[in-house]
Protein backbone atom coordinates (compact mmCIF):
# COMPACT_ATOMS: atom_id res chain seq x y z
CA UNK A 1 0.00 0.00 0.00
CA UNK A 2 1.05 3.80 -0.98
CA UNK A 3 -0.58 6.04 1.57
CA UNK A 4 -0.62 9.83 0.95
CA UNK A 5 -0.69 12.56 3.93
CA UNK A 6 -1.95 15.59 2.82
CA UNK A 7 -2.13 18.25 6.02
CA UNK A 8 -1.38 21.67 6.62
CA UNK A 9 1.54 21.22 9.02
CA UNK A 10 3.89 18.53 9.83
CA UNK A 11 7.05 18.53 12.57
CA UNK A 12 9.60 19.82 12.04
CA UNK A 13 8.89 22.00 8.97
CA UNK A 14 5.86 24.09 10.39
CA UNK A 15 3.86 23.36 13.62
CA UNK A 16 1.30 25.38 15.31
CA UNK A 17 -0.44 22.62 17.52
CA UNK A 18 -0.91 18.32 17.64
CA UNK A 19 -1.61 18.18 13.80
CA UNK A 20 1.84 18.53 13.22
CA UNK A 21 2.93 16.29 16.07
CA UNK A 22 0.91 13.91 14.60
CA UNK A 23 1.91 14.10 11.07
CA UNK A 24 5.28 14.00 12.08
CA UNK A 25 4.70 10.93 13.99
CA UNK A 26 2.45 8.83 12.23
CA UNK A 27 4.03 7.99 8.74
CA UNK A 28 7.48 6.93 10.54
CA UNK A 29 5.31 4.25 12.99
CA UNK A 30 3.48 3.56 9.72
CA UNK A 31 6.45 2.42 7.73
CA UNK A 32 7.56 0.31 10.45
CA UNK A 33 4.55 -1.51 10.02
CA UNK A 34 5.45 -2.29 6.12
CA UNK A 35 2.94 1.03 4.83
CA UNK A 36 4.60 2.87 2.36
CA UNK A 37 3.76 6.74 3.65
CA UNK A 38 4.25 10.13 1.31
CA UNK A 39 3.58 13.41 3.13
CA UNK A 40 2.37 16.66 1.22
CA UNK A 41 2.26 20.40 2.61
CA UNK A 42 2.61 23.73 1.78
CA UNK A 43 5.82 25.66 1.26
CA UNK A 44 5.62 28.10 4.26
CA UNK A 45 7.94 30.84 3.79
CA UNK A 46 8.47 30.27 7.67
CA UNK A 47 10.39 26.90 6.59
CA UNK A 48 13.80 26.68 8.23
CA UNK A 49 16.73 27.43 5.50
CA UNK A 50 18.36 23.94 6.71
CA UNK A 51 15.29 22.18 4.98
CA UNK A 52 14.61 24.79 1.88
CA UNK A 53 18.49 24.59 0.98
CA UNK A 54 18.05 20.78 0.26
CA UNK A 55 14.56 20.64 -1.46
CA UNK A 56 14.82 19.25 -4.88
CA UNK A 57 12.42 20.39 -7.77
CA UNK A 58 10.36 17.87 -9.61
CA UNK A 59 7.89 19.51 -11.74
CA UNK A 60 6.48 22.93 -12.16
CA UNK A 61 2.78 22.73 -13.17
CA UNK A 62 -0.36 25.13 -13.38
CA UNK A 63 -3.38 24.38 -10.96
CA UNK A 64 -6.48 25.42 -11.79
CA UNK A 65 -8.74 27.77 -8.87
CA UNK A 66 -11.62 28.15 -10.18
CA UNK A 67 -11.23 30.12 -13.68
CA UNK A 68 -7.74 30.64 -13.15
CA UNK A 69 -4.67 28.85 -13.65
CA UNK A 70 -1.89 29.29 -10.99
CA UNK A 71 1.92 28.39 -10.40
CA UNK A 72 2.98 25.34 -8.51
CA UNK A 73 6.41 24.09 -7.97
CA UNK A 74 6.60 20.60 -6.65
CA UNK A 75 9.20 20.06 -4.63
CA UNK A 76 10.96 16.80 -2.36
CA UNK A 77 13.16 16.36 0.69
CA UNK A 78 13.73 13.26 2.06
CA UNK A 79 13.40 13.05 5.54
CA UNK A 80 13.96 10.33 8.12
CA UNK A 81 12.89 7.77 5.88
CA UNK A 82 9.95 9.66 5.24
CA UNK A 83 9.24 11.07 1.26
CA UNK A 84 8.50 14.80 1.87
CA UNK A 85 6.84 16.60 -0.75
CA UNK A 86 6.74 20.72 -0.60
CA UNK A 87 3.93 22.59 -2.93
CA UNK A 88 5.16 25.82 -3.94
CA UNK A 89 3.42 29.64 -4.72
CA UNK A 90 4.48 32.17 -3.57
CA UNK A 91 1.54 34.43 -3.55
CA UNK A 92 -0.14 32.14 -1.11
CA UNK A 93 2.62 30.89 1.12
CA UNK A 94 5.22 33.56 1.17
CA UNK A 95 3.50 35.11 4.24
CA UNK A 96 4.53 34.60 8.20
CA UNK A 97 2.41 31.90 9.70
CA UNK A 98 -0.34 29.21 8.32
CA UNK A 99 -3.82 30.10 9.04
CA UNK A 100 -6.03 33.26 10.27
CA UNK A 101 -5.49 35.05 6.63
CA UNK A 102 -8.56 36.58 4.83
CA UNK A 103 -7.63 34.74 1.95
CA UNK A 104 -7.42 31.29 3.67
CA UNK A 105 -10.79 29.81 1.54
CA UNK A 106 -8.19 30.79 -1.75
CA UNK A 107 -5.32 29.47 -0.22
CA UNK A 108 -6.34 25.76 1.07
CA UNK A 109 -8.71 25.73 -2.32
CA UNK A 110 -5.58 26.23 -3.86
CA UNK A 111 -3.86 23.63 -1.66
CA UNK A 112 -6.19 21.12 -2.25
CA UNK A 113 -6.27 21.46 -5.92
CA UNK A 114 -2.99 21.29 -6.02
CA UNK A 115 -2.69 18.04 -4.43
CA UNK A 116 -4.76 16.26 -6.78
CA UNK A 117 -2.70 18.08 -9.76
CA UNK A 118 0.64 16.98 -8.39
CA UNK A 119 -0.45 13.00 -8.24
CA UNK A 120 0.88 11.91 -11.85
CA UNK A 121 4.44 13.79 -10.90
CA UNK A 122 5.26 11.89 -7.58
CA UNK A 123 7.14 8.93 -7.17
CA UNK A 124 4.18 6.61 -6.97
CA UNK A 125 0.16 6.86 -7.06
CA UNK A 126 -1.19 6.45 -3.89
CA UNK A 127 -3.70 3.77 -2.61
CA UNK A 128 -5.36 6.29 -0.67
CA UNK A 129 -5.40 9.62 -0.08
CA UNK A 130 -5.16 10.58 4.15
CA UNK A 131 -6.53 14.09 4.41
CA UNK A 132 -6.05 16.00 7.66
CA UNK A 133 -8.64 19.27 9.07
CA UNK A 134 -10.90 21.20 7.28
CA UNK A 135 -7.36 22.79 5.32
CA UNK A 136 -7.33 19.39 2.74
CA UNK A 137 -11.72 18.67 3.47
CA UNK A 138 -12.11 19.93 -0.18
CA UNK A 139 -9.26 16.88 -1.56
CA UNK A 140 -12.46 14.14 -1.52
CA UNK A 141 -14.93 16.40 -3.38
CA UNK A 142 -12.92 17.80 -5.95
CA UNK A 143 -10.90 13.88 -6.92
CA UNK A 144 -14.61 13.07 -7.01
CA UNK A 145 -16.21 15.89 -9.21
CA UNK A 146 -13.19 16.47 -11.60
CA UNK A 147 -11.19 13.24 -11.54
CA UNK A 148 -13.30 10.35 -11.38
CA UNK A 149 -13.18 9.58 -15.47
CA UNK A 150 -9.78 10.33 -15.66
CA UNK A 151 -7.70 7.09 -15.98
CA UNK A 152 -4.93 7.70 -13.73
CA UNK A 153 -7.00 8.71 -10.68
CA UNK A 154 -9.40 5.58 -11.13
CA UNK A 155 -9.37 3.37 -7.61
CA UNK A 156 -7.55 6.04 -5.66
CA UNK A 157 -9.70 6.29 -1.84
CA UNK A 158 -9.84 8.91 0.54
CA UNK A 159 -9.48 9.19 4.39
CA UNK A 160 -10.43 12.00 6.36
CA UNK A 161 -9.34 12.76 10.09
CA UNK A 162 -11.23 15.32 12.04
CA UNK A 163 -8.35 16.45 14.57
CA UNK A 164 -11.09 19.51 15.85
CA UNK A 165 -14.44 19.82 14.87
CA UNK A 166 -14.42 23.14 16.39
CA UNK A 167 -12.05 24.71 13.17
CA UNK A 168 -14.23 24.27 10.05
CA UNK A 169 -13.22 26.42 8.00
CA UNK A 170 -16.29 28.17 6.52
CA UNK A 171 -16.59 30.71 4.11
CA UNK A 172 -18.90 32.23 1.71
CA UNK A 173 -21.36 30.66 -0.58
CA UNK A 174 -19.35 32.22 -3.76
CA UNK A 175 -16.27 29.85 -3.17
CA UNK A 176 -17.96 26.80 -4.66
CA UNK A 177 -17.81 28.16 -8.08
CA UNK A 178 -15.15 30.60 -7.66
CA UNK A 179 -12.55 28.95 -6.56
CA UNK A 180 -13.51 25.13 -6.32
CA UNK A 181 -15.16 25.07 -10.07
CA UNK A 182 -18.10 23.52 -8.03
CA UNK A 183 -21.71 23.03 -9.51
CA UNK A 184 -24.83 23.98 -7.58
CA UNK A 185 -25.25 20.24 -7.60
CA UNK A 186 -22.59 20.11 -4.23
CA UNK A 187 -24.47 22.60 -2.41
CA UNK A 188 -27.18 20.83 0.25
CA UNK A 189 -27.62 20.17 3.44
CA UNK A 190 -25.58 16.25 2.50
CA UNK A 191 -23.19 18.29 0.73
CA UNK A 192 -21.04 21.52 1.36
CA UNK A 193 -23.42 23.71 2.56
CA UNK A 194 -22.94 25.26 6.21
CA UNK A 195 -25.97 27.47 7.14
CA UNK A 196 -25.77 29.02 3.67
CA UNK A 197 -22.38 29.12 3.14
CA UNK A 198 -19.63 26.59 2.49
CA UNK A 199 -17.98 24.23 4.94
CA UNK A 200 -14.07 22.84 4.14
CA UNK A 201 -15.00 20.05 7.16
CA UNK A 202 -18.13 19.21 6.04
CA UNK A 203 -16.63 18.64 1.76
CA UNK A 204 -14.71 15.93 3.85
CA UNK A 205 -17.25 14.52 6.59
CA UNK A 206 -19.72 14.38 2.94
CA UNK A 207 -17.14 13.28 0.16
CA UNK A 208 -14.26 11.10 2.17
CA UNK A 209 -14.67 7.46 1.59
CA UNK A 210 -13.94 6.78 5.52
CA UNK A 211 -13.70 9.48 8.45
CA UNK A 212 -11.63 9.21 11.41
CA UNK A 213 -10.80 11.25 14.90
CA UNK A 214 -8.10 11.61 17.61
CA UNK A 215 -9.89 9.67 20.18
CA UNK A 216 -12.74 6.97 20.34
CA UNK A 217 -14.39 8.89 23.24
CA UNK A 218 -14.31 12.12 21.04
CA UNK A 219 -15.75 10.12 18.08
CA UNK A 220 -18.80 9.43 20.33
CA UNK A 221 -18.65 13.32 21.75
CA UNK A 222 -18.88 14.57 18.48
CA UNK A 223 -22.20 13.35 17.62
CA UNK A 224 -23.91 14.76 20.30
CA UNK A 225 -25.02 18.21 20.26
CA UNK A 226 -23.08 19.53 23.18
CA UNK A 227 -19.93 18.73 21.42
CA UNK A 228 -21.09 18.57 17.69
CA UNK A 229 -20.28 22.34 16.70
CA UNK A 230 -23.91 21.75 14.46
CA UNK A 231 -22.17 18.79 12.66
CA UNK A 232 -23.52 16.55 15.09
CA UNK A 233 -26.49 15.19 13.04
CA UNK A 234 -24.54 14.84 10.23
CA UNK A 235 -21.77 12.46 11.97
CA UNK A 236 -24.30 10.40 13.10
CA UNK A 237 -25.60 9.59 10.05
CA UNK A 238 -22.24 8.60 9.10
CA UNK A 239 -21.21 6.86 12.35
CA UNK A 240 -21.36 3.59 10.31
CA UNK A 241 -18.07 4.58 8.94
CA UNK A 242 -16.51 7.13 11.46
CA UNK A 243 -13.76 5.83 13.68
CA UNK A 244 -11.75 7.02 16.67
CA UNK A 245 -7.76 6.32 16.91
CA UNK A 246 -6.06 7.63 19.62
CA UNK A 247 -3.23 10.09 19.12
CA UNK A 248 0.79 8.82 20.25
CA UNK A 249 3.87 10.44 20.59
CA UNK A 250 6.93 10.03 19.16
CA UNK A 251 9.16 7.84 22.11
CA UNK A 252 12.76 8.96 20.44
CA UNK A 253 11.65 12.98 19.65
CA UNK A 254 10.28 12.79 23.45
CA UNK A 255 12.48 10.93 25.43
CA UNK A 256 13.21 12.10 29.32
CA UNK A 257 16.61 10.00 29.24
CA UNK A 258 17.90 11.78 25.75
CA UNK A 259 16.56 14.95 25.35
CA UNK A 260 19.09 17.42 25.14
CA UNK A 261 16.38 20.42 25.87
CA UNK A 262 16.54 19.33 29.54
CA UNK A 263 19.34 20.45 32.17
CA UNK A 264 19.98 16.94 32.27
CA UNK A 265 18.70 13.40 31.10
CA UNK A 266 17.31 11.23 33.32
CA UNK A 267 15.41 7.97 33.76
CA UNK A 268 14.58 8.19 37.56
CA UNK A 269 12.65 9.91 40.08
CA UNK A 270 15.98 11.62 41.66
CA UNK A 271 16.72 12.59 37.85
CA UNK A 272 13.48 14.43 37.54
CA UNK A 273 13.67 16.19 41.02
CA UNK A 274 16.72 17.45 39.88
CA UNK A 275 15.41 18.94 36.89
CA UNK A 276 12.35 20.35 39.05
CA UNK A 277 14.65 22.23 41.63
CA UNK A 278 16.90 23.98 38.12
CA UNK A 279 13.06 24.73 36.51
CA UNK A 280 12.17 26.29 40.05
CA UNK A 281 15.64 28.37 39.95
CA UNK A 282 15.33 29.34 36.23
CA UNK A 283 12.16 30.47 36.80
CA UNK A 284 12.67 32.66 39.72
CA UNK A 285 10.65 30.35 42.09
CA UNK A 286 12.46 29.42 45.73
CA UNK A 287 13.70 26.12 45.26
CA UNK A 288 11.97 23.81 47.31
CA UNK A 289 11.44 19.94 46.32
CA UNK A 290 9.00 19.47 48.89
CA UNK A 291 6.85 22.16 47.55
CA UNK A 292 4.56 20.54 44.49
CA UNK A 293 4.89 22.13 41.06
CA UNK A 294 1.63 22.57 39.04
CA UNK A 295 1.90 23.20 34.90
CA UNK A 296 0.11 24.28 32.45
CA UNK A 297 1.74 24.39 28.72
CA UNK A 298 -1.26 25.06 26.99
CA UNK A 299 -2.86 27.92 24.43
CA UNK A 300 -4.88 30.54 26.66
CA UNK A 301 -8.22 29.54 24.88
CA UNK A 302 -11.79 28.93 25.99
CA UNK A 303 -11.56 25.18 24.64
CA UNK A 304 -8.56 24.84 27.43
CA UNK A 305 -10.24 25.37 31.02
CA UNK A 306 -8.11 28.24 31.49
CA UNK A 307 -11.33 30.18 32.89
CA UNK A 308 -12.31 27.32 35.63
CA UNK A 309 -8.22 27.80 36.40
CA UNK A 310 -8.74 31.46 36.99
CA UNK A 311 -11.73 31.11 39.35
CA UNK A 312 -10.15 29.55 41.95
CA UNK A 313 -6.63 30.34 41.46
CA UNK A 314 -6.50 32.07 44.98
CA UNK A 315 -7.46 28.11 46.56
CA UNK A 316 -5.04 26.78 44.64
CA UNK A 317 -2.40 29.11 45.80
CA UNK A 318 -3.66 28.20 49.50
CA UNK A 319 -1.86 24.74 49.39
CA UNK A 320 1.70 26.25 49.40
CA UNK A 321 2.06 25.18 45.63
CA UNK A 322 4.04 26.72 43.00
CA UNK A 323 1.95 27.28 39.11
CA UNK A 324 3.48 27.69 36.06
CA UNK A 325 1.99 28.67 32.90
CA UNK A 326 3.39 28.76 29.57
CA UNK A 327 1.45 30.02 26.49
CA UNK A 328 -0.21 32.46 24.12
CA UNK A 329 -3.98 32.96 23.75
CA UNK A 330 -6.73 35.51 24.44
CA UNK A 331 -5.54 38.63 25.92
CA UNK A 332 -7.35 38.79 28.73
CA UNK A 333 -6.46 35.39 30.05
CA UNK A 334 -2.84 36.85 29.41
CA UNK A 335 -2.91 39.31 31.55
CA UNK A 336 -4.70 37.48 33.90
CA UNK A 337 -1.76 35.43 34.66
CA UNK A 338 0.65 38.26 34.32
CA UNK A 339 -1.43 39.80 36.99
CA UNK A 340 -1.27 36.70 39.24
CA UNK A 341 2.75 36.55 38.36
CA UNK A 342 3.22 40.04 40.00
CA UNK A 343 1.10 39.47 42.64
CA UNK A 344 2.64 36.35 44.01
CA UNK A 345 6.29 36.48 42.63
CA UNK A 346 7.09 33.14 45.16
CA UNK A 347 4.26 31.32 43.62
CA UNK A 348 3.10 31.93 40.11
CA UNK A 349 5.54 31.99 36.93
CA UNK A 350 3.60 32.73 34.04
CA UNK A 351 5.64 32.80 30.64
CA UNK A 352 3.46 34.24 27.98
CA UNK A 353 5.05 32.99 24.98
CA UNK A 354 5.76 30.14 22.99
CA UNK A 355 9.44 28.30 23.67
CA UNK A 356 10.00 24.22 22.52
CA UNK A 357 12.83 24.16 24.63
CA UNK A 358 11.21 25.65 27.92
CA UNK A 359 8.38 23.49 27.40
CA UNK A 360 10.24 20.45 27.63
CA UNK A 361 11.88 21.83 30.64
CA UNK A 362 8.53 22.28 32.03
CA UNK A 363 7.25 18.96 31.25
CA UNK A 364 10.59 17.47 33.14
CA UNK A 365 10.13 19.65 36.08
CA UNK A 366 6.74 19.31 37.24
CA UNK A 367 4.88 17.54 39.68
CA UNK A 368 1.46 18.02 38.36
CA UNK A 369 -0.05 18.91 34.23
CA UNK A 370 -3.31 20.65 34.62
CA UNK A 371 -5.52 20.40 31.68
CA UNK A 372 -8.88 20.96 32.75
CA UNK A 373 -10.61 21.32 28.99
CA UNK A 374 -13.71 21.88 27.95
CA UNK A 375 -13.40 19.69 25.53
CA UNK A 376 -10.24 18.08 23.98
CA UNK A 377 -9.87 15.81 20.60
CA UNK A 378 -6.92 13.77 21.40
CA UNK A 379 -4.32 15.71 23.62
CA UNK A 380 -1.01 15.66 23.41
CA UNK A 381 0.19 17.37 26.58
CA UNK A 382 -1.01 14.56 28.38
CA UNK A 383 0.90 12.18 26.83
CA UNK A 384 4.01 14.60 27.13
CA UNK A 385 3.60 14.74 30.76
CA UNK A 386 3.07 11.21 31.55
CA UNK A 387 6.73 10.37 29.37
CA UNK A 388 8.69 12.66 31.44
CA UNK A 389 6.68 11.40 34.61
CA UNK A 390 4.63 14.27 35.66
CA UNK A 391 1.33 13.34 36.26
CA UNK A 392 -1.43 14.41 34.94
CA UNK A 393 -4.59 16.02 36.42
CA UNK A 394 -7.11 16.33 33.56
CA UNK A 395 -11.02 16.58 32.92
CA UNK A 396 -12.80 13.31 31.57
CA UNK A 397 -13.63 14.51 27.98
CA UNK A 398 -12.14 13.07 24.65
CA UNK A 399 -8.54 12.11 24.58
CA UNK A 400 -7.87 12.88 27.94
CA UNK A 401 -10.88 10.40 29.02
CA UNK A 402 -9.24 7.38 26.94
CA UNK A 403 -5.45 7.89 28.15
CA UNK A 404 -5.39 9.20 31.93
CA UNK A 405 -6.55 6.49 33.98
CA UNK A 406 -7.39 8.05 37.45
CA UNK A 407 -5.54 6.63 40.54
CA UNK A 408 -7.90 4.45 42.66
CA UNK A 409 -5.95 3.98 46.20
CA UNK A 410 -7.83 0.65 46.72
CA UNK A 411 -6.53 -1.36 43.76
CA UNK A 412 -3.25 0.68 43.32
CA UNK A 413 -4.17 1.46 39.37
CA UNK A 414 -3.52 4.63 37.39
CA UNK A 415 -1.98 6.80 36.19
CA UNK A 416 -3.10 10.43 36.89
CA UNK A 417 -6.01 12.53 38.60
CA UNK A 418 -9.64 13.28 37.07
CA UNK A 419 -12.64 14.73 37.45
CA UNK A 420 -15.83 14.67 35.27
CA UNK A 421 -18.01 18.08 35.21
CA UNK A 422 -17.08 21.20 34.39
CA UNK A 423 -16.70 22.57 37.06
CA UNK A 424 -14.04 24.83 39.35
CA UNK A 425 -14.62 23.21 42.57
CA UNK A 426 -14.32 19.77 41.44
CA UNK A 427 -11.19 20.83 39.83
CA UNK A 428 -10.37 22.02 42.91
CA UNK A 429 -11.11 19.03 44.65
CA UNK A 430 -8.95 16.95 42.44
CA UNK A 431 -5.74 19.25 42.54
CA UNK A 432 -6.35 18.94 46.86
CA UNK A 433 -6.49 15.40 46.75
CA UNK A 434 -3.30 15.07 44.06
CA UNK A 435 -1.47 17.50 46.02
CA UNK A 436 -2.22 15.82 49.80
CA UNK A 437 -0.79 12.48 48.00
CA UNK A 438 2.06 14.40 46.95
CA UNK A 439 3.14 15.73 50.08
CA UNK A 440 1.93 13.03 52.47
CA UNK A 441 2.24 9.62 50.91
CA UNK A 442 5.56 10.25 48.23
CA UNK A 443 6.66 6.76 48.33
CA UNK A 444 3.26 6.20 46.47
CA UNK A 445 3.85 9.10 44.50
CA UNK A 446 7.27 8.03 43.65
CA UNK A 447 5.52 4.97 42.22
CA UNK A 448 3.28 6.58 40.14
CA UNK A 449 5.91 8.92 38.37
CA UNK A 450 7.67 5.75 37.54
CA UNK A 451 5.01 3.65 36.51
CA UNK A 452 3.92 7.25 34.05
CA UNK A 453 7.21 6.51 32.69
CA UNK A 454 7.40 2.90 31.87
CA UNK A 455 3.84 3.41 29.81
CA UNK A 456 4.42 2.97 26.25
CA UNK A 457 2.36 6.08 24.81
CA UNK A 458 4.28 5.25 21.10
CA UNK A 459 2.22 5.32 17.99
CA UNK A 460 3.16 1.62 17.89
CA UNK A 461 -0.74 0.01 18.63
CA UNK A 462 -2.90 3.25 16.85
CA UNK A 463 -0.59 2.67 13.10
CA UNK A 464 -1.50 -1.06 13.82
CA UNK A 465 -4.85 0.47 13.47
CA UNK A 466 -4.79 2.48 10.58
CA UNK A 467 -3.13 0.03 8.52
CA UNK A 468 -5.83 -2.21 9.35
CA UNK A 469 -8.33 0.55 7.95
CA UNK A 470 -6.32 1.12 4.92
CA UNK A 471 -6.27 -2.15 3.74
CA UNK A 472 -10.05 -2.77 4.36
CA UNK A 473 -10.44 0.43 2.36
CA UNK A 474 -7.90 -1.40 -0.41
Known sequence: MNILYAASECAPFIKTGGLGDVIGALPKALQQQGVEVTVILPKYSDLANQYKNQLELVKIIDVPVGWREQYCGIEKLEYEGITIYFLDNEYYFKRHGSYGYYDDGERFAFFSRAVLEALPHLDKKPDIIHCHDWQTGPIPVLLKAHYRNHPYYQGIKTVFTIHNLRYQGVFSKSVLAELLDLSELYFHMDGLEFR???????????????????????????????????????????????????????????????DSALFSGYDTYEGKMENKRLLQKQLGLPVNEGIPVISMVTRLVDQKGVDLVLHVMEDILKQNVQVIVLGTGEEHYEWAFKDLAHRYPDQVSAQIYFDEGLSRKIYAGSDLFLMPSHFEPCGIGQLLALRYGTLPLVRETGGLKDTVVPYNELSDQGNGFSFSNYNAHDMLYTIERAVWYYRYQPKKWKKLVERAMSIDYSWDASSKEYKELYEMLV
Do not use: C, H
Open 196 to 258: GNVSYMKAGLAYADYLTTVSPTYANEIQMPYYGENLDGFLRQRSWNLRGIVNGIDPDTYNPAL
